[in-house]
T-cell receptor, first 113, second 113 residues
Framework: DSGVTQTPKHLITATGQRVTLRCSPR?????VYWYQQSLDQGLQFLIQ???????AKGNILERFSAQQFPDLHSELNLSSLELGDSALYFC????????????FGEGSRLTVL | GENVEQHPSTLSVQEGDSAVIKCTYS??????FPWYKQELGKGPQLIID?????GEKKDQRIAVTLNKTAKHFSLHITETQPEDSAVYFC????????????FGQGTRLTINP
């Protein structure tokens, strides 16, 4: 158990809808990272937050947004969903801003029908 | 942006044999190279990492080598066991844009008994 909690584990929704994925980092970790894992696409970095502030941005679509709250949990919002958004979304956390070891949650599997 | 290429995408070896997975990276400023193992239904977990000031690191049956000049690094697993079956990801810390960890596409390793 990495200590990172993600909910929901599975989510099925329709095109055009909006969903929110939630992540609770390990106790004491200030950084939260979001990654997307599609079939044969590896782990694509979306965004990083550190202590409530956006720290780094990757290939995150404009339809996606994220935030980190004062209690350090984070939410990833996906809107106007398309079939191609179907993927595993991973949250990871680390103690600081320097990307050393990342501790990953078990992921949220999103299926868009 | 930073690119990490990983080969092969699938690898099947007999139990007891060795397995080698190779990665190349593009950002010459990259200085940290971790390897993650992802078991079925789980999030990736760090198994070994190497920093740019060393050329090789070992941890029991696992070793990683780094060639900074050629910008490539490799994972070596000796005396493979069935529990080594998993997807393995290499990654590189890049400083292009913002500091972030960029992952390879993954290698599905199968150990045949």
């Amino acid at each position: 158990d990495s200590g990172v909690t993600q909910t929901p584990k599975h989510l099925i929704t329709a095109t055009g809808q909006r969903v929110t994925l939630r992540c609770s980092p390990r106790s004491g970790d200030l950084s939260v990272y979001w990654y997307q894992q599609s079939l044969d696409q590896g782990l694509q970095f979306l965004i990083q937050y550190y202590n409530g502030e956006e720290r780094a941005k990757g290939n995150i679509l404009e339809r996606f947004s994220a935030q980190q709250f004062p209690d350090l949990h984070s939410e990833l919002n996906l809107s106007s969903l398309e079939l191609g958004d179907s993927a595993l979304y991973f949250c990871a956390s680390s103690p600081g801003t320097s990307t050393g070891e990342l501790f990953f949650g078990e992921g949220s599997r999103l299926t868009v029908l | 942006g930073e690119n990490v290429e990983q080969h092969p995408s699938t690898l099947s070896v007999q139990e007891g044999d060795s397995a080698v997975i190779k990665c190349t990276y593009s950002d010459s400023a990259s200085n940290y190279f971790p390897w993650y193992k992802q078991e079925l239904g789980k999030g990736p977990q760090l198994i070994i990492d190497i920093r740019s000031n060393v050329g090789e690191k070992k941890d029991q049956r696992i070793a990683v080598t780094l060639n900074k000049t050629a910008k490539h690094f490799s994972l070596h697993i000796t005396e493979t066991q069935p529990e080594d079956s998993a997807v393995y990801f290499c990654a590189a810390r890049t400083f292009q844009g913002a500091q972030k960890l960029v992952f390879g596409q993954g290698t599905r390793l199968t150990i045949n008994p």
